[in-house]
């Protein structure tokens, strides 16, 4: 079965570093999203993308915050200059396959530490 | 805003045990409602849905109702088994059509011991 996947599954960087996340979406999917858990709060929508450009993001997603599809199958989170706050578990979610349920599947997260 | 909330906590039951997992929301327009689980390890997976109003969801024995009046969309499970530990999130979408984000609550952790 198609899956959503996430890499890497751990990221550990020190404060005012750069990270990126990276996911590769179900093939046929035309939908991607990032959303954020800190540790104990609720999963926050960050992003969503569509058409190789940004359909909506949230007010978290700063210029901090960057994203991009470099090659057709990975959709990738920058993060610069992280700062502690960054810490959280981050997902990516694809949807919009043939049969357009409109399911967002998800993968299963990197987790993100800033030191 | 769009806003979920969810019952905290985590929950622990034995094995066969009625389960409820309260959520209630707020949104301005009429949403689709959510459930997705998370097993340990794993992302999250959408679990059951409704779309309208009195819908009901249902998927693995779960089920949830989307109340209007309420404003509500509990999840409940006649006999939980070990296998249901994991946790639950409730979620909507703003649109009603799933292509645009999720408003999630925090999560209920739950452990069904044997």
């Known amino acids: 079965e198609p899956e959503v996947t996430q890499t890497p599954s751990h990221q550990v960087t020190q404060m005012g570093q750069e990270v990126i996340l990276r996911c590769v979406p179900i093939?046929?999917?035309?939908?991607f999203y990032w959303y954020r858990q800190i540790l104990g709060q609720k999963v926050e929508f960050l992003v969503s993308?569509?058409?190789?450009?940004?359909?909506?993001k949230s007010e978290i997603f700063d210029d901090q915050f960057s994203v991009e599809r470099p090659d057709g199958s990975n959709f990738t989170l920058k993060i610069r200059s992280t700062k502690l706050e960054d810490s959280a578990m981050y997902f990516c979610?694809?949807?919009?396959?043939?049969?357009?349920?409109?399911?967002?599947?998800f993968g299963p997260g990197t987790r993100l530490t800033v030191l | 805003g769009n806003s979920v909330t969810q019952m905290e906590g985590p929950v622990t039951l034995s094995e066969e045990a009625f389960l409820t997992i309260n959520c209630t929301y707020t949104?301005?327009?009429?949403?689709?409602l959510f459930w997705y689980v998370q097993y340990p390890g794993e992302g999250l997976q959408l679990l059951l849905k409704?779309?309208?109003?009195?819908d009901k969801g249902s998927n693995k024995g779960f089920e949830a109702t989307y109340r209007k009046e309420t404003t509500s969309f509990h999840l409940e499970k006649g006999s939980v088994q070990v296998s249901d530990s994991a946790v639950y999130f409730c979620?909507?979408?703003?649109?009603?059509?799933?292509?645009?984000?999720?408003?999630f609550g925090t999560g209920t952790r739950l452990t069904i011991i044997p």
């Open positions: 979610a694809s949807s919009g396959g043939p049969a357009d349920s409109n399911e967002q599947f």
């Open positions: 093939s046929n999917h035309l939908y």
């Open positions: 993308f569509y058409n190789n450009e940004i359909s909506e």
């Open positions: 949104a301005t327009g009429y949403p689709s």
């Open positions: 409704a779309t309208k109003a009195d």
């Open positions: 979620a909507l979408s703003d649109l009603g059509f799933g292509n645009e984000k999720l408003t």
